[in-house]
């Protein structure tokens, strides 16, 4: 007992060092995009036409004078607490605005990741059931349409044919803009704040502008999930445990769907958590075809503003979900397999 | 003995044949592949396509303005219409080509000799050089491709060659996971130590002994990567970080046919339809090799 208390404080060292080091990286990286390679981080804020004495005064400011590592030692500080200076464009604190615009990216990619896994999931066991036949063939081919999409590109047309031409589903935008300000904000996610306040019409409204640049995205993880899934099963089920079953007289329904899929999950979730982070990175692209208001647009627009500050903390935050998201999966990995809980 | 017979003979009499052989096995799997066999046309033609487009069209209509002609509809004179400068979008989309495949060279060319060069050392010598090169190798693995792309961008100003510092900066970690683990696999075998007892140095072992059989594992990966690239790097042009105006790149022609989308669906549509097929191309390609290579292990 007290041996493994002990081995789990120690994995959890472990992780938790992995994790400060991934994060020193990441700020070492936009500490270098955001001071080194700019000829002059200090032009770049006060602009050409400024005198000599307010350059001097804003480089004094910016710390420029002292030596690099004590520059980056101050530059993380800050940013552990959050602080990535205002932003040029919308002068708030960039933190203010990044959790003004998250709540919309997190709500896109949520869905997204709904329809991937429950889409994904049961195509990667059918397809690895019927290894070799058509219908493995016909999924491995529309994970592959689906691996080599260009995101934006099915984006418009979607907008195209589904908006458009057809009418099924509201336009760009997260709502319409009769039913702005009517919704109090409590999460930022207007499908669960509209829900909460009991307005159901603007939930239909919000799902209307949700649902087309969710599906999209969510068919670009049902690639991936039901491609992993599919590799997964297959090494499940050449198992023994598999013919002892069957051999046992259990329903081949119940030995693929409960048994085989059962020991899936773990490796499953690793693969889940890694979507989130790429649906993120999806939504920068999603968002600016669907003027969807949150991170990527935002990202977007502040560095076309060349408002670095932003965009680098942007990066930050995009990077910690990263680093968080791959935590996740490995303590969830280490709750949920005994095995991986000894070894270390 | 016909050539077929001389290549496939099981036992080879020379170093030669039996490179030839395995090659020749490797392509024989390939072709029975219908999926993978589409993947290499398309590749192939793509190629083609790219470097002969001088040839098969004319620059100038990829540059010319013709105002008066401006979001023509196809024609027999413009195959896929006109943009929104009366350019010619057909002649583009060709000229694009060369743009696309310009990037995942330089990419490639960047990102397999840093992987190599990371991959190879940690597996071979283990301990502490691992752990360090395996860490780094962690840390860029866990970084966001497009938005650290996004961030490189901003601080050095759009254009093609920061569009591929950033892509190859994001994309060089799994070939040094797959390279480490490809040595270790041949770290102990006994052709190495032989190696080691002829007096070879280790860079001469890496190079000569372990460097040569990673290589295919890491093309193949290579393949299936490049889709990858190609969809990064379009997505870049897409948001105006890629190749500038004029500059006939896929992304940026479906950025700048978005104004007109919901009447002339073709300028923003066509070029985004070569994003897709090239990737998919390559995707089919690398996902038959990969199979390839799996059945003969």
């Known amino acids: 007992m007290l041996g493994r208390v002990y081995s789990a404080v120690r994995a959890f060292a472990r992780l938790l060092g992995s994790v400060s080091l991934t994060f020193l ?74 959790l003004h615009v998250f709540p919309a990216t997190i709500e896109l990619a949520t869905l997204a990741l709904v329809i991937g896994v429950v889409g994904g999931i049961p195509l990667g066991v059918y397809a690895a059931v019927n290894r070799g036949r058509w219908p493995d063939q016909i999924i491995r081919f529309v994970s592959l349409i689906g691996y080599s999409m260009p995101v934006f590109w099915l984006g418009l047309i979607g907008l195209l044919l589904f908006y458009a031409k057809l009418g099924w589903v509201e336009g760009p935008g997260r ?13 930022g996610m207007l499908t669960v704040d509209s829900l909460w306040a009991g307005e159901t019409e603007v939930f239909w409204n919000v799902m209307g502008h949700l649902i087309l640049p969710a599906s999209i995205l969510g068919y670009i993880s049902i690639a991936t999930v039901a491609r992993m899934t599919r590799s997964f099963m297959l090494s499940q089920l ?6 002892a079953a069957l051999a046992k007289g259990l329903s081949p329904a119940r030995v693929v769907w409960v048994h085989a899929l059962g020991n899936v999950w773990v490796q499953l979730i690793t693969v889940i958590a890694l979507t989130f982070g790429s649906l993120l990175e999806g939504a920068v692209l999603t968002e600016t075809v669907f003027a969807w208001p949150g991170l990527g647009f935002y990202l977007k627009n502040s560095l076309f503003a060349a408002d670095l500050n932003a965009v680098l903390g942007g990066t930050v935050l995009v990077g910690v979900v990263y680093i968080g998201l791959n935590m996740l999966s490995d303590v969830v990995y280490t709750l949920v397999d005994p095995r991986a809980r000894g070894n270390s | ?74 024609s027999w004179q413009h195959w896929f219409g006109t943009d929104e400068l009366g350019r010619d979008i057909l002649t583009r989309m060709i000229f694009g080509a060369r743009i696309t495949l310009v990037i995942v060279f330089l990419v490639s060319a960047i990102v397999v000799p840093i992987g190599l060069a ?109 889709a990858g690239i190609i969809l990064t790097a379009a997505g870049l042009g897409f948001l105006g970080l890629g190749a500038q105006p004029p500059s006939a790149e896929w992304g940026a022609m479906v950025s700048s046919g978005r104004q007109v989308l919901l009447d002339q669906w073709w300028v923003a549509t066509l070029p985004g339809l070569a994003i897709f097929v090239t990737s998919l191309g390559f995707n089919l390609l690398g996902d038959g090799l990969r199979d390839v290579s799996d059945s003969r292990s």
């Not at chain 1, 002292?66 to 520059?71: A, G, I, N």
């Not at chain 2, 070879?200 to 890491?218: C, F, G, K």
């Open chain 1, 175 to 187: 709502l319409d803009v009769g039913f702005d300000d009517i919704v109090p904000t409590v999460t």
């Open chain 2, 1 to 74: 003995m016909t050539m077929r017979t001389w290549l496939l003979d099981p036992a080879p009499g020379s170093r030669r044949q039996a490179r030839l052989g395995g090659w020749f096995r490797a392509w024989l799997a390939l072709q029975r592949n219908s999926l993978a066999m589409t993947g290499l046309v398309i590749v192939v033609l793509l190629l083609l396509v790219a470097i002969f487009a001088p040839v098969i069209a004319d620059r100038n209509l990829a540059v010319q303005q013709v105002l008066e002609d401006r979001l023509q509809p196809w």
């Open chain 1, 238 to 243: 050449k198992q023994e445990y598999i013919l």
């Open chain 1, 25 to 98: 990286g990441l700020t070492c990286v936009t500490f270098v995009i955001g001071r080194v390679i700019p000829i002059d981080p200090v032009l770049a804020i006060v602009g050409d036409k400024a005198s000599n004495e307010t350059y001097e005064r804003v480089r004094l400011q910016l710390g420029l004078d002292k030596p690099l590592m004590v520059q980056y030692w101050t530059y993380l500080k800050k940013v552990v607490q959050g602080d990535f200076g205002n932003s040029v464009m919308t002068a708030h604190p960039v933190l203010t605005d990044l």
């Open chain 2, 118 to 226: 990371i991959g190879l050392p940690a597996g071979y010598f283990g301990g502490w050089i691992d752990a360090v090169l395996m860490r780094i190798t962690d840390i860029f693995l866990a970084f966001p491709r497009l938005v650290l792309a996004l961030a490189f961008a901003a601080a050095l100003g759009p254009g093609i060659e920061n569009a591929v510092i950033a892509i190859a900066l994001t994309a060089w970690p799994p070939y040094a996971r797959l390279a480490r683990a490809e040595t270790l696999t041949r770290r102990n075998a006994e052709f190495i130590q032989a190696a080691e007892l002829l007096g070879a140095s280790h860079l001469r072992i890496l190079l000569t002994q372990i460097l040569p059989l990673s290589l295919p594992s890491v093309i193949i990966r290579l393949t299936l990567d490049m």
